[in-house]
């Protein structure tokens, strides 16, 4: 009988495969959970760059077999893959950050921005501080959407 390989070793050997040991070292948990309509995938990783995490994104789309839709409250099996070896229902990354990392995106807020609290975030960005940490380390929004810090 042969044993069906987890959803842990899939994903580590194909971001192996396509050369991305950075990403490889930075994943930090790949768990698996049944429940009573179906089953989830979580991805935990840390300080991925926004490229990164882009490209960990885009991989982890194809093990989803489906995606929901609130609108219509359905489940819609539009990614089934016969090709892949599993999929599930649902795949879910979650990138956290260290201390060193929130410090560099606090650093490049101050010297970029002038920008060290929620009153100079208010009065540049319309938020609060916290959230443009946020941006700067997840590379989102406008002008500092491409800081790779």
């Known amino acids: 009988m042969q044993k069906t ?5 899939i994903i580590l050997d194909d971001l192996k495969k396509q050369g991305q040991h950075s990403i490889v070292k930075k994943i930090r948990s790949i768990t698996y959970d049944t429940y009573a309509g179906g089953n989830v ?5 840390i300080d991925l760059t926004k490229s990164e995490r882009e490209f960990l994104e885009k991989l982890l ?3 989803q077999y489906g995606s929901f839709d609130g609108m219509t409250d359905m489940y819609s099996y539009d990614n089934r893959d016969s090709g892949k070896e599993r999929q599930a229902k649902y795949v879910q990354l979650r990138v956290e950050y260290s201390p060193k990392k929130y410090a560099s995106a606090k650093e490049y807020l101050k010297n970029q921005w002038d920008v060290t609290d929620d009153k100079t975030a208010q009065e540049k960005a319309s938020c609060w501080y916290g959230t443009m ?3 700067v380390l997840n590379g989102h929004y406008g002008p500092y959407e491409n800081a790779e810090i």
């Open 133 to 135: 940490v946020d941006r």
């Open 61 to 63: 789309q194809e093990y």
């Open 41 to 45: 995938v979580h991805v935990g990783a």
């Open 5 to 9: 390989k987890t959803f842990k070793k």
